[in-house]
């Protein structure tokens, strides 16, 4: 009986979700039978006397005006247009906590409360996604009419994040302003700067110059990271990179602020450190002069994480001259970014350097140190404490638990799920951000027509994304996070096609409740999204409406299947090198791929036309893909 109901609450939930556009999906959306008309202007009255709610205020307003809506502000009710109402609950409503709204859209009045203001700024994301979705359905004509609702909303979780690499590809401060602008949208709360790494250092230490004067800069070149790109030349000037001035940091961090996102400053170290060996080689067992990396091939990688470096690119863990250098950068990030956490890296840190050196042995023996795994710990856990002594949090890759966790740090699991569980297990904060759902630079369409990298990541894969394993106790696990990396993301405009829709899979795991979760009402809100993309000229991966090809043998003949995430689509293909697509055959099952010199070609369509790319699969590359 109680699945019965169980069921039955999540058909309704369903139901009442599908009605509306807004991502992530609000806890409880409850249509009426009203509707609020916009006809110019909207005056809003603001009775929260708040410093960060009138800035989030003015802010939703430049969101109005610049889509036509004249209003004003004012903190009276004496209106003779139509109203939207900012206030505070008189008594703290604990149901919806810090970042909790209700948001009542009727006839004559928008209202929207929260506790905190914060909560205001996340009802202001919703309502401002309604809106956009009604401009785009009046052709941004006036009266703009606006489907009456009760919402009420609250986060799952309190750590929403993304991380943006700037290392291997510099982006200007621009850039990175307007990656945080889009997040805040979905109610991302954590924006993680992942700022330095063997291909530059991009923020500025006023104590430690070298890091930028040399750090920040690398040889030009071209086409994808690995052994492709060469090394760079005798005398050959580096000049591609940049890096963030600390006014320019402040002026970043003001701006996050401002969209109700705190920045999580990531120093990455003892290894990914060639851009600091660059600049200062004293820091490394061999002392030898190094190089930015320009995305050369300079490590071996043997599968399973196991990896040989070419190139030493570690700090030395022995050496006391090292942590005196941590102590001088985090310092500077420490007074800099107000939030409570820094990041320290520790991920992917070859230990052979250390094991072949005879004075680093000589140190562990001395310190009772069995591995590198041991001496990696006694560095973070002396890492942990600078940084703590700076008042702030440490957190690190799940790689941090190799030898010992240090006492209080917040592992950031990306090798799965394994190493979160077993931080928590031990008691400690874990951010879960797997590969296997969160890895945006991943491949999320058919090689044939994305950059194919090492593995890929679909969007109705990330969107399975669940931060809390089986038998963890949930209090451990502060949320999670997706990564983008940026080996092959040269600029901005690939950067959201990226991000963008799986970004939307993972904002809506980690605010929405699980039991909303339902793939087809999220896909009609991410085609709503598209819309919305293409209306601002961004550049946003559709890959979802490609087709999935999956190929196998049987009993020696080459078999074919295509399928569709999306719902109300149709496939066509052709195995004779005819086209266009459309005036092939319609997929009904699986179908054998001859012998010959040919190729697959399908394509995707709803109502006759075509809403995915054309796929061009040569039947030698089909055959290569049944042994994977």
């Known amino acids: 009986m109680k699945n019965k109901i169980l ?129 785009m359905a009046s052709n941004r004509k006036f009266p703009i009419k606006i489907s009456g609702c009760k919402i009420k909303d609250y986060p799952r979780f309190a750590w929403r994040g993304l991380m943006l690499d700037v290392s291997r590809h510099f982006f200007t401060v621009n850039e990175v302003k307007a990656y945080i602008d889009k997040m805040s949208q979905y109610k991302f709360n954590i924006f993680h700067w992942h700022l330095t790494d063997d291909q530059g250092w991009r923020i500025e230490i006023k104590s430690l110059p070298k890091l930028t004067e040399i750090g920040a800069w690398r040889v030009k070149r071209y086409g994808r990271f690995g052994k492709d790109r060469p090394y760079p030349k005798k005398g050959e000037k580096a000049s591609y990179g940049g890096f963030y001035t600390q006014e320019q940091i402040k002026d970043v961090i003001n701006y996050a602020s401002d969209r109700n996102i705190t920045i999580i400053p990531e120093i990455d170290m003892p290894g990914h450190s060639m851009a600091v060996l660059a600049a200062y080689p004293e820091l490394s067992t061999k002392k030898e002069p190094k190089f930015v990396s320009p995305g050369v091939k300079f490590a071996e990688w043997y599968g399973d994480g196991k990896f040989k470096m070419l190139i030493e690119n570690m700090l030395n863990p022995t050496d006391e001259k090292v942590y005196k250098f941590v102590d001088k950068v985090f310092t500077e990030i420490a007074a800099l970014f107000p939030g409570q956490y820094i990041h320290m890296g520790g991920d992917e840190c070859y230990h052979g350097y250390w094991e072949s050196d005879p004075n680093v042995q000589n140190f562990m023996k001395k310190n009772n140190l069995k591995d590198g795994g041991e001496l990696q710990s006694y560095f973070v856990k002396r890492v942990e404490k600078i940084i703590n002594s700076k008042g702030k949090k440490m957190i690190g890759w799940d790689e941090i638990l190799e030898g010992g966790l240090a006492e209080e740090a917040t592992v950031m699991s990306w090798r799965g799920m394994k190493g979160g569980i077993e931080a928590a297990k031990m008691g400690h904060d874990v951010i ?196 994977k």
């Open 7 to 135: 069921l039955l609450f999540i058909v309704i939930i369903q139901q009442i979700n599908a009605q509306n556009s807004i991502i992530p999906a609000p806890v409880s959306y409850q249509p009426t039978n009203t509707a609020f008309i916009i006809n110019n202007p909207l005056g809003i009255n603001v009775s929260y006397n708040d410093n960060q709610v009138e800035i989030y205020t003015n802010l939703f307003q430049e969101f109005l005006i610049s889509n036509g809506i004249k209003t004003n502000i004012k903190h009276s009710k004496k209106y003779k247009t139509k109203i939207l109402n900012i206030a505070q609950f008189k008594k703290y409503n604990k149901e919806l906590g810090k970042e909790g709204y209700v948001l009542e859209i009727s006839e004559n009045y928008i209202k929207l409360t929260a506790n905190e203001p914060s909560g205001i700024f996340n009802g202001f994301k919703s309502l401002q996604q309604l809106i956009s979705t009604s401009l």
């Open 432 to 627: 879960m951000s797997p590969t296997t759902f969160a890895y945006l630079d991943y491949t999320q369409g058919d090689l044939s027509i994305e950059n194919p990298i090492y593995a890929s990541l679909s969007l109705k894969k990330s969107y399975r994304f669940e931060p809390i394993p089986k038998g963890i106790n949930p209090k451990y696990i502060l949320g999670g996070q997706g990564n983008l990396w940026t080996e092959s993301v040269p600029s901005m405009s690939f950067a959201y096609y990226m991000t963008y829709p799986r970004a939307f899979a993972i904002s809506e795991t980690l605010w929405s409740p699980k039991i909303n979760k339902n793939w087809n009402d999220f896909i009609y809100r991410v085609e709503n999204q598209f819309r919305l993309f293409d209306s601002k000229k961004i550049n946003i991966s559709k890959a979802v409406y490609d087709p999935i090809v999956k190929v196998h043998k049987d009993n020696d003949i080459l078999m074919c299947k295509l399928e569709n995430n999306v719902p109300n689509t149709a496939i066509y293909y052709t195995i004779n090198n005819t086209y266009p697509v459309q005036f092939g055959v319609k997929y009904s099952g699986a179908f054998e791929i001859p012998n010959g010199d040919l190729n697959l070609r399908t394509q995707t369509f709803r109502d006759g036309k075509p809403i995915g790319r054309v796929l061009i699969i040569p039947r030698a590359e089909l055959v290569k893909r049944i042994s």
